[in-house]
């Protein structure tokens, strides 16, 4: 197996896992794809490198800025991403930061991992994670959905939120806790949270369980 293919292979499901019961989305617009604007992005200076937007950007709204002018979803890689029938797909590897400033198009995982390394390269006060969020899963073309990431970050002993794409240029915050967080963020989608995790790594580097979260489910 070739490297990227392994790293691939340990993801967290990068979005899902089958399930025995689900709904249909059909053709829908997949869970974690963009919602629709109430307004354009607002226009910003995109440094010409990877390299100068680490040496301009300061803040988590800096690299917000820039994911809300430029994030372009990429429906055909998160089925790619899915889980299939055919336990032997290859799925392809998550993006890097560097190639998601050159060509910043990809699903929810790329652009928490976006989000997470090029904060942690910025400043490593902000102690930037990945949140693995576990709905109820979704069944488009055959596969499974049902796993969304994001970013957090703590700033004045506050939990932040960002590098979501299902709204891009959002800082979500500040909350006491991930499990405020959760909790709003089902309200906010409307959906039940099944499970959620605050982890260091979108790699599946130890035995870890996803908490459930049974206080999540929307009125």
Not at 53 to 72: N, Q, S, Y
Not at 135 to 153: K, M, N, Q, T, Y
Request: glycine fraction near 4%; include cysteine.
């Amino acid at each position: 197996m070739s490297q990227p293919a392994a790293a691939v292979a340990l993801a967290l499901g990068a979005f899902c896992v089958l399930a025995p019961v689900a709904r249909d989305a059909g053709a829908q617009a997949l869970p974690d794809a963009p919602e629709p604007r109430a307004q354009p992005a607002a226009t910003v200076e995109v440094p010409k490198r990877y390299a100068d937007a680490l040496a301009a950007w300061r803040t988590p709204e800096d690299i917000a800025r820039f994911i809300d002018a430029t994030f372009v979803y990429d429906r055909s890689r998160a089925l790619a991403l899915a889980e299939q029938p055919d336990a032997r797909a290859t799925r392809p590897a998550i993006h890097a930061p560097e190639a998601m400033f050159e060509k910043p198009q990809g699903v929810c995982i790329d652009l928490a991992r976006f989000g997470v390394e090029t904060l942690n390269r910025i400043d490593t006060a902000y102690a930037p994670r990945y949140v693995m969020i576990e709905f109820e899963p979704v069944i488009v073309e055959g596969r499974s959905l049902r796993r969304h990431w994001v970013a957090s970050f703590r700033r004045d002993g506050k939990l932040w939120v960002f590098a979501d794409s299902r709204r891009p240029g959002h800082v979500a915050g500040p909350y006491d806790n991930v499990d405020a967080f959760i909790a709003d963020y089902a309200r906010y989608r409307g959906q039940r949270i099944v499970a959620s995790r605050e982890t260091d790594t979108y790699l599946r580097t130890q035995r870890a369980v996803a908490r459930a979260t049974p206080a999540t489910r929307t009125p």
